[in-house]
C-alpha cells in the first residue's frame, strides 16, 4: 500500500473518532452526570441520574478493549464505543433520544477501520430502551439483523453506488434505508458535500422532503444552497420542508427567492400554485 492511501486512511480514521460536532457546533446541551466505570467485567453507565449496567462480553469483541463517551454534535445525542486491536478499530454510534424520562436509541453506525480501509454501515432502531439495548438477547437481535451497507464513499466509485442506493431507496419507498443514508452523521462524517455531486445531493434532499424525512431534508439542502446560492428548485424544496415542520417565516422566504429566480430565468409560469397561496394566503 502506497504512501498516499496510508495517509488518507488515517485521516479517514481521525474524522471519526472525533465525532462531527465539530463542524456542527455543540448547540445541543448534553446530558448531565455522565460517567462510565467498570468492574469485574461489568460497566456501569451513569447518565442524568439513571443507571445502565451491562456485562463487557456483551459488547466486546474478541481481543478488543471498549472504552465509552458520549458527545453531543447539533443533530442528536451520540454515546460512542470503540474498540481497538492495534490497527484495528471498531467504532459504534449509538443516537439516543429522550422519550418520557428515558433514553431510547435510534440509531446505530459502525465504522470499521483496518490497514486496508474504512467501512460503515448504518441501522434504524424502533426506540429500544438504553436500559434493555445492551441485555443479550437485544444483542443477538440486533447482531442478526441487517446493517444498511453505506461502504466508503470517500472512493469516487463507492460515491456512486452511495447515491444510486439512495435513488433505489427512494423509489422503492424503503423509508428506513432513506432515513440512515440521509442521517446528518453521514454527511458531518464523510466527504459527500461537493460540487461534483449537487445534482445527486439535491435529488436525495427532495428524496426525504417526500418521504417527510424533513429534518434531513433542511440539513441536505441547506449545504446544496451553500455549494450553489441559485440552485432553483432547492429553494423549493427546502422550503416546502421548512413550511412541513411549521417554520412558515423562514418557508416564506425561500418561497420569495424561487420566485425570484424563476421569474429571473422567464419561468414563472411553472410555479406551482401553491407557493402563491403559501406567500399570501
Not at 52 to 77: K, N, Q, W
Not at 154 to 169: C, R
Request: glycine share 4%; proline share 4%.
Amino acid at each position: 500500500m502506497n504512501a498516499i492511501r496510508m495517509i488518507r486512511i488515517y485521516l479517514f480514521l481521525l474524522v471519526f473518532l472525533s465525532v462531527s460536532g465539530n463542524s456542527m457546533g455543540q448547540s445541543n446541551k448534553c446530558p448531565d452526570n455522565f460517567s462510565v466505570t467498570k468492574e469485574e467485567g461489568l460497566y456501569a453507565l451513569h447518565l442524568d441520574g439513571m443507571d445502565y449496567v451491562f456485562e463487557e462480553d456483551v459488547i466486546a469483541l474478541p481481543g478488543f478493549t471498549p472504552t465509552l463517551r458520549l458527545e453531543c454534535p447539533s443533530f442528536g445525542i451520540d454515546l460512542i464505543m470503540t474498540q481497538q486491536d492495534g490497527n484495528n478499530y471498531q467504532v459504534t454510534h449509538l443516537f439516543l433520544e429522550r422519550v418520557d424520562h428515558e433514553f431510547v436509541v435510534t440509531f446505530q453506525y459502525r465504522i470499521w477501520s483496518t490497514r486496508a480501509g474504512s467501512e460503515m454501515a448504518g441501522m434504524k432502531i424502533a426506540a429500544i430502551p438504553l436500559r434493555r439495548f445492551f441485555e443479550p438477547q437485544m444483542q443477538t437481535q440486533l447482531f442478526n439483523a441487517s446493517d444498511v451497507k453505506i461502504g466508503n464513499p470517500e472512493e469516487e466509485d463507492e460515491a456512486k453506488t452511495f447515491f444510486s442506493t439512495v435513488k433505489s431507496a427512494y423509489k422503492n419507498k424503503k423509508y428506513d434505508t432513506l432515513a440512515i443514508l440521509s442521517h446528518p452523521f453521514v454527511f458531518a462524517n464523510l466527504p459527500l458535500f461537493e460540487k461534483k455531486n449537487i445534482m445527486q445531493l439535491n435529488d436525495l434532499g427532495f428524496y426525504c422532503q417526500k418521504l417527510h424525512l424533513d429534518e434531513n431534508a433542511i440539513y441536505i439542502l441547506e449545504r446544496v444552497l451553500s455549494l450553489d446560492p441559485n440552485r432553483t428548485v432547492a429553494h423549493l424544496n427546502l422550503a416546502d420542508s421548512y413550511w412541513n415542520l411549521s417554520n412558515t417565516a423562514k418557508a416564506k422566504e425561500l418561497y420569495g427567492k424561487y420566485v425570484a429566480l424563476m421569474r429571473m430565468g422567464g419561468k414563472q409560469k411553472k410555479i406551482p400554485r401553491y407557493v402563491y397561496s403559501r406567500l399570501d394566503p
